[in-house]
Each structure stands twice: as structure tokens, then as C-alpha cells.
């Protein structure tokens, strides 16, 4: 059974950092896209980064257009867990944070956020 679980969500003032951890078991790693997308009221889903398992090379990430720059995705394939450090964070980044993976594995189909199971999120709230 595919399971993540989702930590490191807060409250935090804008100009802040956050780092987000999701802790997968279930599957290979390896095998898989992990990414995280974001939930805010009133809004789409927005795609906010993937990775290739614990593949950690910069042609293995994707970032969505809203956190290119002050994000970085990175895992650690022993502990089987994948993070999403955010920097310089501003209110339209407050949502709910779901790790979200793609059974298909690393591929095209990352940008339009696709995937086969997700995580039950961490809520991110940016004061200004």
C-alpha cells in the first residue's frame, strides 16, 4: 500500500523559509515521480516540483513557474523520503501541500501535476 505522509507545514511571515518532508513507503522509490502540489481557496491546483525518486540531478527536477528560484526539491533515497525546502515565501504561496507521486515515473506528464496517489497535505500559511 502506498503511503505518504506529510510534515513540516506551519505558519510563517513572508520573506520566510519552510522545509517540507514527505516519507513514502509502498513502492521502489526509485521507480516513481514524487512531487508536491498545492491547494489554495479559490484556486487551482497548482504543480509546485517533482523529483525522480532519489535521482537529485537538476535534469530529474521540475519546478512550477510560481517557485522557480526559491525552492529547491532534493530526497534522500535511503530514508526514502523527499523534501521541498521554500525560501523567501509570500502569501499566494499559503495552501495546502500534498506529496503527490506518479507511478509512470519521470516523464512530460510531471508538468500537469498528473499522479496516482497523494498524501493527506500540510497546511502552509504566509502572514504578510
Known amino acids: 500500500e502506498v503511503q505518504l505522509v506529510e510534515s513540516g507545514g506551519g505558519l510563517v511571515q513572508a520573506g520566510g523559509s519552510l522545509t517540507l518532508s514527505c516519507a513514502a513507503s509502498?513502492?521502489?522509490?526509485?521507480?516513481?515521480?514524487i512531487g508536491w502540489i498545492r491547494q489554495a481557496p479559490g484556486k487551482e491546483r497548482e504543480v509546485v516540483s517533482w523529483?525522480?525518486?532519489?535521482?537529485?540531478?537538476?535534469?530529474?527536477?521540475y519546478y512550477g513557474q510560481s517557485v522557480k528560484g526559491r525552492s529547491t526539491v532534493f530526497s534522500d533515497g535511503a530514508k526514502n523520503t523527499m523534501y521541498l525546502q521554500m525560501n523567501g515565501l509570500k502569501p499566494e504561496d499559503t495552501g495546502v501541500y500534498y506529496c503527490?507521486?506518479?507511478?509512470?515515473?519521470?516523464?512530460?506528464?510531471?508538468?500537469?501535476?498528473?499522479?496516482?496517489?497523494r498524501g493527506q497535505g500540510t497546511q502552509v500559511t504566509v502572514s504578510s
Open positions: 503527490v507521486v506518479n507511478s509512470r515515473g519521470w516523464g512530460p506528464w510531471v508538468v500537469s501535476g498528473n499522479h496516482d496517489y
Open positions: 509502498g513502492f521502489i522509490f526509485d521507480d516513481y515521480a
Open positions: 523529483i525522480s525518486g532519489s535521482d537529485n540531478s537538476d535534469g530529474r527536477k
